[in-house]
């Protein structure tokens, strides 16, 4: 559909290769805009051996000056940069890479989610719940996976009738055109992205792009518990049918005695659920309506929910040993990511913080010592993290592995050890994945 076309690519990395891949594919005329030097772009004598055109090391007005049939953009490149608003003035439509896919897949069932937080979890839940029920189902998006990527691998531009599951940030709503979800969902409107967006309301309306293009026999699931939402639910108007989830009110899916029902329907108690937290509850409700509008029985989900993990990382729990147990939240990179694993408890806590030291204030997580039951320091920040901390006890010990025993050592039945290092990993890993898998090496290890 694309042969022949003129397109320009703005910005490689992974979804600017993989909208390459796909343009190439449908045998389109590809122009490469890249910021970058040539020597600094891997691609680079591929690219050009395969006759694209790369014009890199900046944005030159020329080429903005060129007829382009369309634009491909990077969603890390600022809508408001003058070289895209020049675009857009000359009528060039502008995409990111999830919208190209659209256009050039066959039809398929895409159920999109949005929010501030809480997206990678329902995308992951809703993959697994479909996957483990024997669906042809692939997840993309910002959960990590270019869409574009999964076309070609799956050969979606000739087979159609899979479940799409995409994590959509607001960078990728601004730029949609006819991308058409059957089930969507904003799970919640809280302030980011603010270095991005020219205001909040800019980034909220930004949001609620994900249901333009629904039809009245599609579902949208509403979150009745997000006030916020509800305000700009009313100011842009649902063209689809409304399903609505709550864990204080009355909804299609809420709770009730710590049980979660889908339309009167039991699925699941909270006892049975491994993630933890209300706000997982919410996540949980959003996945329930879209795998039962992807026809799945509530009898099935209670039981498939009852074996999901989480997201690796993330609140994610490794074991339970001599009735204690651990969770890895090793992508607790700053103090509001472990304010909220915190909050996620009921149980005591042993709390493991620690790492690079980046200057953060403690104070917010400070003001939560009731919430823990025990402190352990280490690595880089160990002493000044246990001094502003002022919890009592507190453990400080040399490195992770030295507070994983200690940990092992203190904590007693109905506990629970959470790794949730509030800071970056740089001290002593690579990365907070890197972390996260020795902690869980190490918890793993540990004999009874």
């Known amino acids: 559909m694309f ?28 122009t490469i805009n890249e910021s970058k030097q040539p020597q600094d772009i891997p691609e680079y004598d591929d690219y050009v051996s395969r006759g694209f055109e790369m014009v890199c090391g900046g944005q030159p007005d020329e080429l903005f000056e060129r007829d382009f049939d369309f634009v491909i953009k990077n969603p890390g490149i600022n809508y408001h940069a003058p ?3 020049r675009l857009k003035e000359r009528g060039i439509p502008v995409y990111t890479e999830v ?14 989610i949005t929010g501030t937080n809480g997206k990678t979890t329902t995308v992951s839940l809703i993959h697994d719940i479909l996957q483990k029920a024997g669906h042809k189902v692939h997840i993309c998006g910002n959960f990590g996976i270019p869409y574009c990527d999964v076309i070609m691998d799956h050969h979606l531009d000739e087979e159609e009738g899979h479940d799409i599951v995409v994590e959509m940030s607001n960078f990728q709503l601004i730029d949609i055109d006819t991308f058409t979800p059957q089930i969507a969902s904003v799970l919640n409107l809280t302030p980011d992205h603010l270095d991005y967006m020219a205001s909040l309301d800019e980034y909220y309306a930004s949001k609620m792009r994900i249901y333009m293009n629904q039809r009245p026999e599609h579902i949208m699931i509403n979150n009745l518990d997000d006030d916020v939402l509800q305000t700009y639910l009313r100011d842009y108007p649902v063209p689809s049918t409304i399903e609505t989830f709550s864990v204080t009110k009355e909804a299609d899916c809420m709770l009730k005695d710590n049980t979660i029902y889908y339309k009167g329907e039991k699925v699941i108690n909270r006892k049975d659920i491994r993630i933890v937290g209300l706000h997982n509850v919410s996540n949980i409700m959003a996945a329930i309506i879209a795998c039962a509008h992807c026809g799945i029985d509530c009898a099935t989900l209670g039981q498939l929910i009852a074996t999901f993990r989480g997201v690796e990382h993330r609140i994610e729990f490794v074991r339970e040993l001599d009735g204690v147990s651990y969770y890895n939240d090793s992508k607790g990179t700053n103090v509001d990511a472990t304010v ?21 204030d403690l104070k917010p997580m400070a003001e939560l010592k009731d919430n823990i039951k025990a402190l352990i320091t280490y690595g880089a920040t160990r002493e000044r993290f246990a001094k502003d901390m002022g919890v009592d006890p507190t453990y400080i010990e040399l490195n992770l592995e030295a507070a994983c025993n200690r940990a092992k050592a203190i904590a007693t039945v109905g506990d629970v050890v ?10 002593e890993f690579k990365s907070y994945e890197h972390r996260g898998r020795v902690f869980k090496d190490i918890v793993n290890h540990f004999e009874q």
């Open 99 to 112: 919208e190209l896919g659209y256009q050039v897949a066959k039809p398929q069932n895409y159920i999109a």
């Open 340 to 360: 909220i694993a915190l909050k996620a408890f009921e149980e005591p806590v042993i709390l493991l913080i620690g790492g690079f030291e980046k200057g953060l």
């Open 3 to 30: 042969k022949g076309k003129k397109v320009l690519v703005l910005g490689l990395a992974r979804s600017g290769n993989a909208a390459v891949r796909l343009l190439e594919h449908c045998h389109a005329t590809i």
């Open 418 to 427: 959470l790794l949730s290092p509030s800071t970056s990993s740089f001290d």
């Open 83 to 85: 070289f895209i608003l």
